[in-house]
């Protein structure tokens, strides 16, 4: 089975840009994984921000951003607030499993 | 709205069973892909698995820690997904999720409020 790698914790100043990868022990991150991002808070339900590699929701902040990157995926995050500071998951489709990454602890300090 | 209701959470043994649903209203569930999803007490998401939709023939996928022991399956005409559960692990132990997969015109990614499953003696 594919592992997914995410950076385990990061840390973005307020205002700040960050940029969260989501790797495939296969190979390059393409398109064809059908990217998503999904962002939890202590306590609460999963939100899923991207979809698709690049597509947004009608909730989702417009400082969060996905894209291919280096052959990962990418989420951005411009401009940081204090309300991003949250665990972060990307999963990836492998020909119909779906496999989440081990997530990215995101600090806003 | 979209909304997804999941239940039938309990306090199993191991080697037990344990059925799972969701029921889901505020879309046409019949055209959409369903998974399950799960998080284990302080830990990260797990997929658990997937069923299609009547176009693809209700096929399923696991992942490989549940395969052979959990099987999913739908009724479009109650709205409704499940997960049965077998020969249940304490590793089983988790909250478990039902998140709405595509359609061939709307993403997925819409997540009920879970249900918890906690396999012990």
Redesign the interface.
């Known amino acids: ?1 594919a592992v997914v790698t995410q950076e385990p914790s990061l840390t973005v100043s307020p205002g700040g840009t960050v940029t969260l990868t989501c790797g495939s022990s296969t190979g390059a991150v393409t398109s064809g994984h059908w990217p ?1 991002w ?1 962002q ?1 808070k202590p306590g609460q ?4 921000l991207i ?2 590699t690049t ?1 947004k ?1 009608s909730w989702t902040p417009a400082r969060f951003s996905g894209s291919l990157l280096g052959g990962k995926a990418a989420l951005t995050l411009s401009g940081a607030q204090p309300e991003d500071e949250a ?1 972060y ?1 990307c ?1 990836l489709s492998y020909m ?8 990215t602890k995101l600090t806003v300090l | 709205d979209v909304q997804l209701v999941e239940s039938g959470g309990d306090l199993v043994q191991p080697g037990g069973s344990l059925r799972l649903s969701c029921a889901v209203s505020g879309f046409t569930f019949s055209d959409h892909y369903m998974d399950w999803v799960r998080q284990a007490p302080g830990k990260g998401l797990e997929w658990v698995g997937r069923i299609r939709n009547k176009e693809r023939s209700y096929t399923t996928e696991y992942a490989a820690s549940v395969k052979g022991r959990f099987t999913i399956s739908r009724d479009d005409s109650k709205n409704s997904l499940y997960l049965q559960m077998n020969s249940l692990k304490t590793e089983d132990t988790a909250v478990y999720f039902c998140v709405r997969g595509h359609s061939n015109s709307s993403p997925g990614g819409y997540w009920g409020q879970g249900t918890l499953v906690t396999v012990s003696s």
Do not use: E, H, S
């Open positions: 089975q998503y999904f939890q339900v999963p939100r899923t979809y698709d597509n929701y665990d998951y999963w119909g499993l779906r496999v989440f990454g081990g997530g």
